[in-house]
């Protein structure tokens, strides 16, 4: 009986051992770069350009290479949450440091969870960006971003201006003011 026992445990032992020698030989590795294309293969060679197409391709095991460079990324779970469509939202960054950015939000999926803008922010930034988790932002310019009282949105191709009131009551007898000029006044060298 015990040298069956002893056996049992060598063939255990030896088909860990297989399987994990073929979980690794089918391990893939794929790369970005942000001179890449997502309909590459993702090669060394041929990189993917967004992290999220490599996400797509990876299965456990994989390895995702990201070169350098600037990518314009934003990613937050709760974002999916939502169920909006962000593309063309502008989205207002504060990321890394206290300088802040505003971005159309170039591309975004309903129930995704991160959205891409155009990366051309300070190049000061990355020397200065010191905390990573200092990354927020938030969302305007569409009427899916009203949530909280005393903000707006207008609908400038309906021509209609929807208000949320700080007390939660229709605007109609409310005299409503908006800034039409971004400066008051304009000193000038004569």
């Given at each position: 009986?015990?040298?069956?026992?002893?056996?049992?445990?060598?063939?255990?032992?030896?088909?860990?051992?297989?399987?994990?020698?073929?979980?690794?030989?089918?391990?893939?590795?794929?790369?970005?770069?942000?001179?890449?294309?997502?309909?590459?293969?993702?090669?060394?060679?041929?990189?993917?350009?967004?992290?999220?197409?490599?996400?797509?391709?990876?299965?456990?095991?994989?390895?995702?290479?990201?070169?350098?460079?600037?990518?314009?990324?934003?990613?937050?779970?709760?974002?999916?949450?939502?169920?909006v469509d962000w593309s063309g939202a502008v989205a207002t960054l504060n990321v890394g440091t206290w300088q802040t950015w505003r971005r159309v939000v170039r591309t975004h999926k309903a129930?995704?969870?991160?959205?891409?803008?155009?990366?051309?922010?300070?190049?000061?930034?990355?020397?200065?960006?010191?905390?990573?988790?200092?990354?927020?932002?938030?969302?305007?310019?569409?009427?899916?971003?009203?949530?909280?009282?005393?903000?707006?949105?207008?609908?400038?191709?309906?021509?209609?201006?929807?208000?949320?009131d700080l007390n939660g009551k229709s605007p109609a007898g409310h005299n409503v003011e908006a800034k039409v000029r971004d400066y008051v006044f304009e000193a000038r060298e004569r």
């Amino acid at each position: 009986m015990l040298r069956i026992v002893k056996r049992a445990e060598q063939w255990l032992g030896l088909s860990a051992i297989f399987v994990a020698i073929s979980f690794h030989s089918e391990a893939a590795e794929y790369f970005v770069a942000v001179d890449g294309a997502d309909s590459n293969s993702g090669s060394q060679e041929q990189p993917f350009r967004t992290i999220q197409k490599a996400a797509d391709m990876m299965k456990a095991g994989d390895t995702c290479y990201v070169r350098g460079g600037e990518y314009g990324m934003m990613v937050d779970p709760e974002l999916a949450k939502t169920g909006v469509d962000w593309s063309g939202a502008v989205a207002t960054l504060n990321v890394g440091t206290w300088q802040t950015w505003r971005r159309v939000v170039r591309t975004h999926k309903a129930g995704g969870d991160r959205f891409t803008y155009r990366r051309d922010l300070s190049r000061r930034l990355e020397s200065k960006r010191k905390w990573a988790s200092f990354d927020h932002y938030f969302l305007s310019g569409k009427l899916e971003a009203l949530d909280i009282p005393t903000e707006w949105y207008l609908d400038r191709g309906a021509g209609r201006l929807y208000l949320w009131d700080l007390n939660g009551k229709s605007p109609a007898g409310h005299n409503v003011e908006a800034k039409v000029r971004d400066y008051v006044f304009e000193a000038r060298e004569r």
